[in-house]
Protein backbone atom coordinates (compact mmCIF):
# COMPACT_ATOMS: atom_id res chain seq x y z
CA UNK A 1 0.00 0.00 0.00
CA UNK A 2 1.79 3.47 -0.90
CA UNK A 3 1.38 6.31 0.97
CA UNK A 4 -1.46 9.07 0.59
CA UNK A 5 -0.26 12.08 -1.34
CA UNK A 6 -1.12 15.06 0.38
CA UNK A 7 -2.13 17.76 -2.54
CA UNK A 8 -0.15 21.03 -1.99
CA UNK A 9 -2.69 23.99 -1.43
CA UNK A 10 -2.30 26.49 -3.96
CA UNK A 11 -1.62 29.66 -1.86
CA UNK A 12 0.93 29.73 0.79
CA UNK A 13 3.18 26.92 1.46
CA UNK A 14 1.83 24.77 4.50
CA UNK A 15 3.90 21.92 6.46
CA UNK A 16 3.17 18.39 5.71
CA UNK A 17 2.84 16.64 9.21
CA UNK A 18 4.04 13.39 7.06
CA UNK A 19 7.27 14.83 5.93
CA UNK A 20 8.23 16.63 8.86
CA UNK A 21 11.78 16.33 10.14
CA UNK A 22 12.74 15.27 13.86
CA UNK A 23 12.97 18.48 15.42
CA UNK A 24 14.98 17.36 18.71
CA UNK A 25 17.49 16.11 16.20
CA UNK A 26 21.48 18.07 16.66
CA UNK A 27 22.45 19.62 13.62
CA UNK A 28 25.26 18.62 12.14
CA UNK A 29 27.86 21.60 12.71
CA UNK A 30 27.95 20.70 16.62
CA UNK A 31 28.35 16.60 15.92
CA UNK A 32 31.02 17.50 13.50
CA UNK A 33 33.20 20.26 15.58
CA UNK A 34 32.82 16.79 18.85
CA UNK A 35 34.14 14.32 16.06
CA UNK A 36 36.95 17.07 14.59
CA UNK A 37 37.73 17.98 18.26
CA UNK A 38 38.37 14.27 19.49
CA UNK A 39 40.49 13.47 15.85
CA UNK A 40 42.34 16.57 16.59
CA UNK A 41 43.08 15.45 20.29
CA UNK A 42 44.40 12.13 19.08
CA UNK A 43 46.85 13.09 16.98
CA UNK A 44 48.03 15.86 19.61
CA UNK A 45 48.70 13.19 21.67
CA UNK A 46 50.65 10.79 19.55
CA UNK A 47 52.55 13.48 18.88
CA UNK A 48 53.30 14.77 22.85
CA UNK A 49 53.71 10.97 23.17
CA UNK A 50 56.45 10.79 21.00
CA UNK A 51 57.99 14.03 21.85
CA UNK A 52 57.58 12.83 25.83
CA UNK A 53 59.65 9.76 24.98
CA UNK A 54 61.85 9.64 22.27
CA UNK A 55 63.85 6.61 23.13
CA UNK A 56 60.60 4.63 23.69
CA UNK A 57 59.90 3.19 19.86
CA UNK A 58 64.01 2.04 19.57
CA UNK A 59 64.81 0.80 22.73
CA UNK A 60 63.43 -2.51 21.94
CA UNK A 61 65.54 -5.15 20.51
CA UNK A 62 63.13 -7.92 18.78
CA UNK A 63 65.95 -10.13 16.99
CA UNK A 64 66.42 -13.72 17.82
CA UNK A 65 69.74 -13.94 19.44
CA UNK A 66 69.28 -17.32 20.93
CA UNK A 67 68.42 -20.40 19.15
CA UNK A 68 65.29 -22.91 20.24
CA UNK A 69 66.28 -26.24 21.52
CA UNK A 70 66.07 -29.33 19.63
CA UNK A 71 63.25 -32.10 20.48
CA UNK A 72 64.37 -33.86 23.06
CA UNK A 73 64.07 -37.46 21.76
CA UNK A 74 64.01 -40.71 24.03
CA UNK A 75 66.47 -43.02 22.43
CA UNK A 76 66.50 -46.13 24.85
CA UNK A 77 63.30 -46.45 26.23
CA UNK A 78 63.58 -49.75 28.43
CA UNK A 79 66.44 -47.96 30.47
CA UNK A 80 65.20 -44.82 31.06
CA UNK A 81 62.09 -46.92 32.47
CA UNK A 82 64.68 -48.97 34.56
CA UNK A 83 66.47 -45.65 35.88
CA UNK A 84 63.26 -44.45 36.47
CA UNK A 85 61.88 -47.64 38.34
CA UNK A 86 64.90 -47.92 40.49
CA UNK A 87 64.76 -44.08 41.66
CA UNK A 88 60.69 -44.82 42.91
CA UNK A 89 61.57 -47.61 44.47
CA UNK A 90 65.30 -46.18 46.07
CA UNK A 91 62.67 -43.25 47.45
CA UNK A 92 59.80 -45.65 48.52
CA UNK A 93 62.67 -48.35 50.34
CA UNK A 94 64.77 -45.79 52.01
CA UNK A 95 64.58 -43.07 55.17
CA UNK A 96 64.93 -39.40 54.22
CA UNK A 97 64.42 -36.10 55.99
CA UNK A 98 61.28 -34.30 54.01
CA UNK A 99 61.87 -31.30 56.49
CA UNK A 100 64.47 -31.85 59.03
CA UNK A 101 63.43 -28.56 61.04
CA UNK A 102 59.28 -29.48 61.52
CA UNK A 103 61.05 -32.97 62.16
CA UNK A 104 59.33 -34.49 59.55
CA UNK A 105 60.79 -38.17 58.28
CA UNK A 106 59.46 -40.28 55.39
CA UNK A 107 60.01 -43.87 55.87
CA UNK A 108 59.97 -47.20 54.34
CA UNK A 109 56.36 -48.32 53.42
CA UNK A 110 56.67 -51.74 54.71
CA UNK A 111 58.04 -49.85 58.02
CA UNK A 112 55.16 -47.55 57.82
CA UNK A 113 52.74 -50.40 57.33
CA UNK A 114 54.28 -52.70 60.44
CA UNK A 115 54.14 -49.39 62.95
CA UNK A 116 50.10 -48.71 61.72
CA UNK A 117 49.47 -52.32 62.60
CA UNK A 118 51.06 -52.11 65.86
CA UNK A 119 49.67 -48.73 66.92
CA UNK A 120 46.85 -48.15 64.64
CA UNK A 121 44.90 -45.36 63.53
CA UNK A 122 43.53 -42.42 66.59
CA UNK A 123 40.01 -42.56 66.34
CA UNK A 124 39.36 -45.26 64.13
CA UNK A 125 36.98 -47.98 65.56
CA UNK A 126 38.91 -51.23 66.33
CA UNK A 127 37.55 -54.55 65.10
CA UNK A 128 37.66 -57.54 66.78
CA UNK A 129 40.58 -60.16 66.74
Not at 4 to 33: C, F, I
Not at 51 to 76: F, V
Request: some cysteine; overall charge positive; proline content about 11%.
Amino acid sequence: MLPRRVPAPAGPQHKNPLTEHERSDWSLGPVAMVYAGILALLVICAFVLIAAYPASLPDADRSLRTERPGPRLQTNAAADLARFRADEQKRLDTYYWVDRQKGTVHIPIDAAMKQLVDTGIPGFPKGEP
